[in-house]
Structures are given as structure tokens and as C-alpha cells.
């Protein structure tokens, strides 16, 4: 899995209601009323960043709504308050001696929202959806070690023939082409969420909408404000609804840190999605108990357009890898535990051995002699300086750091780099278009604990490769790293195929992620995890 991280997320997809300016409920888009809003007591109030993509679990593809989906959705596995797996959807499951063979038995008491039963056709229906090449899933080729999957998004193979089988009402049989010791983590992913067939066949991609979508987990959708809160409440239906100790939780749509932080401070929200960095020895001193940090399986990187000048060219690419200084970033700039990244999975990563680019050890003086010689090769110098853009998503810390970068690349290579923000939605749209962009902010945070989570985003193709780098080697790599039983050659190949990435500079590492929230402490239960997500259906509220 996962994610795309904005400073907290978001991206697009119009729906919910309009709010009036004293907060009374108007008319939705399908002539609705909006619900009881619930009340202070019994409402957890999260922030959510900035607005969400999407809430269609299939093609939800970043951390803001990929956050809101795993409230209103459950896989066949889910995971537990501190990210371990524990039963879903599925109640027990068998794995084939050869790992290849899933087979899941779905719970007997299994329910959609409106209370239709939940089945193991529902899964197929959902699987399907994924990686049928008419959804445009930018997940897609995750599912494609199931059995036929790269057959059936590239259209040579109808759906049917997924190796995803219903072989009775609550027995589902997934068939993989190789072993992914991972597998059952990549459950947890939006895109393995089932599909109520009678609502998607009533209202077609529309049928993720207030008033309409139907679900299967802890919450419903009861409401969605664009650019204002999506407004979830617990789901009668839910098999664990005795667990679900909160009523109702609003997600709060704010794209600017310093606002999110000011409103936890004035206690309109309970839980935030990070703390600008300016102010983290700020929160130390006045409310540490409120802090909660963790390590956190992400990068912070920049991409660079290998298809426009001036990053066609490799050399211009080292050079501007080599003389970031990634130390001092991580000490004086965002100054929150981040550890400088060289690679781009992140240390500590189940089965990870970090790579490091051949300039590792050289001294900040020696990479900037050699940078300045590489531009001069390429025909940068003093007469024709190197300029560039730099697009960021609207945030008070990526400003920051995209004003720090482009100051180091001024002083070390004379480079004249400009910086651009826009809204988060904007900004992954445009990523698509390779003539909209030269260098772009962006971040990953793993959906599992393996290094495949960060690297097979980087395979020919796939949705999330935005530079459209492709390098067959790299694939053959990952594609052997796949059918390697043996746990130690497994993670050499995968080592190597990071490196070529690496040595190809086609992303700018800057640092790994921590995460960093403040909780109310009318907040219960809070624990991070490795992924970041927090499960609103795992929270309690103090009396």
C-alpha cells in the first residue's frame, strides 16, 4: 500500500453538502437532508488535512482519504490498535504449504450498512474493480502477483479470469502466481475492499457519495461538506459495533498546518494530522503530554521530470542529489527526529538493507567540486546558470524546506531555482502531466512492513511512477525478487534494485518520515503505528 503523504492529504471528487455560515444543513447534491450533527461529547473531531481525493476505497490513491476509507470500509484483514494484523471481514484464513493459495472464510454475521449480507462475491466483485483497467486504480498493479492480474488491467484477459473465486457464500479463494510472504499486510490496503453490487449498479462511480455509499465498516458516510468536514457515524450493521466506542467523528478538511494547529489549540480539534515544524520545541515546553512521535515507514522526496531538461540529463540529476545537504535539513530545518535518507526505503524496514549512492562518504566539499564539474559537463556554469522549478503542495513546512533546498543548490552549483505551490488535488493532477513540471514534493509511507511496499511503485507503468522512469533491469529485479522463496536472496535483489533507482537519481531522498500528532486528552486509547493510520474505530473519549 499506500500512500501519497501532502502534508496530510487530499485530491479530488465533488460531492456531500453545502454548510451555511451559521452551520444549518442545506440540501445535498441528491436532495438529502443532512443528519444530526451529534454532539461534543460523543463526537471525536479529527483533522484530516486537506480535502480527500476520493472516498472510493478502489481508487482512493493518498493518505486523506485512504484515512477516511479505512474508517468506512473493512478488508478481509484488518489491523489491530498498534498496526498488527488480526481478523477482518474474514474470520480465519488457510495458506497453501507453496504460498500460493488464500483461502478466506468470511464471517457468518458479516453485514453491509443497510444490512444486506456481506458475501464472499462482494470481495470478488471488489477485487475485480481494482485492477480492471476501466478504473484506472493507480493501485492496479499492487494486485497484479494475483493469478492473471497484469493480464486483466492491461486487457488481454476479461475479470472473470482474476485468480479471485467465490467458492461459496462466505468462503473466498485468492490464487497468487508467486509467493508474497507480505500478502496478507497488502490486505489492508482501500483497493482489497469489497463492492456492494447493488449500489455501484444503481449509481456507477458515483455510488462513494453521501446519502448513497453503502459500506462495511466501523462507520458510515453520513456526510460530506467539500473543502469543510466529512461527517462519519457508527455503523448498527458492523460486526464489531461493540467495540466502536464513539458515535460519531468529524473529519475536518484543513489544508494549512498552522490553522490545524491553532484549532487544537482552541480545542476545536482533538486529534491533528502532524505540528508545523517551527513549533515543535514550542509543544515540547508547553504541552509535551500531548505529542505523540513515532518512527513512521515514509520518505519525504522530490521527484525529478527525467523527460524535460535540465533532468534528462544524469548528470544534472547527481548534481543536485549529491549537494543537498540532508544533515543539516533534518537539524535546523524540520528539526523533529526525521533521519536524512539516502535511499528510499526506509531504515528499519523488515528485510531492508539500505543502499547508498557512491557519494556517501565524501565530505560536503568534495560532492560539491564533483557536482560543479558534472553541470560544467552538461554546459551549466557561471555564463549559463542551471534553473529550475520546484512545485510543492500548499504547506508552511514544505515551503520551508523547498526555500532551504533551493538555497543550498544556489550556494553549492549557482542554480537558480524557483518554487511554486498549489493546492494538494492540484498538485496530483498535474503530476500526471509530464510538461506541467520539473521538480515536485512528494512523500510515500509503506501500506506494510517490506521493502515491495516502496519499490514497486518505481516498476514500468505504474500509477504512482510519475516520472515514467522505466528501466527493464530494474523490473526484471523486482519481478525475480517476487518468485524468490529464499528470505536472504529475496532481499538482495530487492537491495539491488533500489540501488539502480538510487544511482539513477530519478527521486531526491530527503529524509524519513516521523510521525508527529497532537491528542486531546479527551482523547482514549491513542497508540501510533508504523503506517500512520489511526483508526477512528480503535479511539474512545474520556467521560
Known amino acids: 500500500m499506500r500512500l501519497l503523504r501532502a502534508c496530510l492529504p487530499m485530491f479530488v471528487f465533488v460531492l456531500g453538502l453545502a454548510v451555511t455560515a451559521c452551520g444549518a444543513p442545506q440540501d445535498d447534491h441528491d436532495g438529502k437532508r443532512a443528519g444530526n450533527q451529534g454532539t461534543r461529547a460523543d463526537t471525536l473531531h479529527r483533522s484530516g488535512g486537506a480535502e480527500p481525493d476520493t472516498l472510493d476505497p478502489h481508487r482512493s490513491e493518498e493518505t486523506g482519504g485512504l484515512a477516511v476509507v479505512a474508517d468506512l470500509f473493512e478488508g478481509l484483514v484488518n489491523s489491530a490498535p498498534d498496526g498488527g494484523l488480526v481478523p477482518g471481514a474474514a474470520a480465519r484464513w488457510d495458506i497453501s504449504d507453496d504460498g500460493l493459495v488464500y483461502r478466506f472464510e468470511l464471517r457468518p454475521e458479516g453485514r453491509w450498512s443497510n444490512g444486506d449480507p456481506l458475501v464472499a462475491e462482494d470481495f470478488v466483485a471488489g477485487f475485480r474493480r481494482t485492477v480492471a483497467p476501466e478504473t484506472g486504480s493507480s493501485y492496479a498493479q499492487s494486485w497484479w502477483l494475483i493469478e492473471n492480474g497484469e493480464a486483466v488491467t492491461s486487457g488481454h484477459l476479461p475479470v472473470e479470469a482474476l485468480g479471485v473465486s467465490a467458492l461459496g457464500e462466505h468462503v473466498l479463494e485468492i490464487r497468487l502466481h508467486t509467493p508474497a510472504p507480505y500478502f496478507l499486510s497488502m490486505l489492508l490496503m482501500g483497493s482489497a475492499s469489497p463492492l456492494h453490487g447493488p449500489s455501484f449498479a444503481e449509481h456507477g462511480?458515483?455510488?462513494?457519495?453521501?446519502?448513497?455509499?453503502?459500506?462495511?465498516?466501523?462507520?458510515?458516510?453520513?456526510?460530506?461538506?467539500?473543502?469543510?468536514?466529512?461527517?462519519?457515524?457508527?455503523?448498527?450493521?458492523?460486526?464489531?459495533?461493540?467495540?466502536?466506542?464513539?458515535?460519531?467523528?468529524?473529519?475536518?478538511?484543513?489544508?494549512?498546518?498552522?490553522?490545524?494547529?491553532?484549532?487544537?489549540?482552541?480545542?476545536?480539534?482533538?486529534?491533528?494530522?502532524?505540528?508545523?515544524?517551527?513549533?515543535?520545541?514550542?509543544?515540547?515546553?508547553?504541552?509535551?503530554?500531548?505529542?505523540?512521535?513515532?518512527?513512521?515507514?515514509?520518505?519525504?522526496?522530490?521527484?525529478?521530470?527525467?523527460?524535460?531538461?535540465?533532468?534528462?540529463?544524469?548528470?544534472?540529476?547527481?548534481?543536485?542529489?549529491?549537494?543537498?545537504?540532508?544533515?543539516?535539513?533534518?537539524?535546523?530545518?524540520?528539526?523533529?527526529?526525521?533521519?536524512?535518507?539516502?535511499?528510499?526505503?526506509?531504515?528499519?524496514?523488515?528485510?531492508?538493507?539500505?543502499?547508498?549512492?557512491?557519494?556517501?562518504?565524501?565530505?560536503?566539499?568534495?560532492?560539491?567540486?564533483?557536482?560543479?564539474?558534472?553541470?560544467?559537463?552538461?554546459?551549466?556554469?557561471?555564463?549559463?546558470?542551471?534553473?529550475?522549478?520546484?512545485?510543492?503542495?500548499?504547506?508552511?513546512?514544505?515551503?520551508?524546506?523547498?526555500l532551504a533546498a533551493a538555497s543550498m543548490w544556489q550556494e553549492a552549483l549557482g542554480a537558480r531555482a524557483s518554487i511554486i505551490n498549489q493546492e494538494w488535488k492540484v498538485?496530483?493532477?498535474?503530476?500526471?502531466?509530464?510538461?506541467?513540471?520539473?521538480?515536485?514534493?512528494?512523500?510515500?509511507?509503506?501500506?506494510?512492513?517490506?521493502?515491495?511496499?516502496?519499490?514497486?511503485?518505481?516498476?514500468?507503468?505504474?500509477?504512482?511512477?510519475?516520472?515514467?522512469?522505466?528501466?527493464?533491469?530494474?523490473?526484471?529485479?523486482?519481478?525475480?525478487?517476487?518468485?524468490?522463496?529464499?528470505?536472504?536472496?529475496?532481499?538482495?535483489?530487492?537491495?539491488?534494485?533500489?540501488?539502480?533507482?538510487?544511482?539513477?537519481?530519478?527521486?531526491?531522498?530527503?529524509?524519513?518520515?516521523?510521525?508527529?500528532?497532537?491528542?486531546?486528552?479527551?482523547?482514549?486509547?491513542?497508540?501510533?503505528?508504523?503506517?500512520?493510520?489511526?483508526r477512528s474505530g480503535h479511539l474512545g473519549l474520556a467521560p
Open 205 to 402: 462511480a458515483r455510488f462513494a457519495r453521501a446519502g448513497v455509499m453503502v459500506s462495511n465498516g466501523p462507520y458510515i458516510l453520513e456526510e460530506w461538506a467539500v473543502q469543510s468536514h466529512v461527517l462519519l457515524r457508527r455503523n448498527p450493521y458492523y460486526h464489531g459495533r461493540d467495540d466502536v466506542r464513539i458515535e460519531t467523528v468529524r473529519i475536518h478538511s484543513i489544508e494549512d498546518i498552522n490553522s490545524e494547529f491553532n484549532r487544537f489549540r482552541t480545542g476545536e480539534i482533538d486529534v491533528t494530522t502532524q505540528i508545523p515544524n517551527n513549533q515543535y520545541n514550542w509543544v515540547l515546553e508547553n504541552m509535551p503530554e500531548r505529542l505523540h512521535s513515532a518512527p513512521l515507514l515514509g520518505t519525504y522526496y522530490y521527484l525529478l521530470n527525467i523527460h524535460r531538461p535540465p533532468f534528462d540529463d544524469l548528470r544534472v540529476r547527481r548534481a543536485v542529489s549529491m549537494t543537498l545537504d540532508r544533515s543539516l535539513l533534518t537539524s535546523r530545518v524540520t528539526g523533529t527526529g526525521e533521519r536524512p535518507a539516502l535511499g528510499f526505503v526506509p531504515e528499519g524496514t523488515a528485510g531492508h538493507v539500505p543502499v547508498r549512492p557512491d557519494w556517501a562518504d565524501w565530505s560536503l566539499e568534495q560532492r560539491q567540486s564533483e557536482a560543479r564539474r558534472l553541470l560544467a559537463e552538461a554546459g551549466y556554469g557561471p555564463d549559463r546558470p542551471l534553473g529550475f522549478e520546484i512545485v510543492y503542495n500548499t504547506s508552511d513546512n514544505h515551503r520551508r524546506i523547498a
Open 427 to 534: 498538485m496530483l493532477q498535474n503530476r500526471r502531466d509530464l510538461s506541467a513540471w520539473q521538480v515536485m514534493r512528494m512523500g510515500w509511507i509503506g501500506g506494510y512492513d517490506d521493502p515491495h511496499t516502496f519499490l514497486h511503485t518505481k516498476l514500468s507503468g505504474h500509477g504512482h511512477n510519475a516520472p515514467q522512469w522505466s528501466n527493464a533491469r530494474f523490473d526484471e529485479l523486482m519481478a525475480r525478487s517476487d518468485r524468490e522463496p529464499d528470505p536472504v536472496l529475496r532481499t538482495e535483489l530487492m537491495r539491488e534494485a533500489e540501488q539502480l533507482l538510487i544511482d539513477e537519481h530519478i527521486i531526491v531522498p530527503f529524509y524519513f518520515y516521523v510521525s508527529k500528532r497532537l491528542v486531546s486528552p479527551r482523547v482514549a486509547h491513542f497508540q501510533p503505528t508504523l503506517t500512520d493510520v489511526i
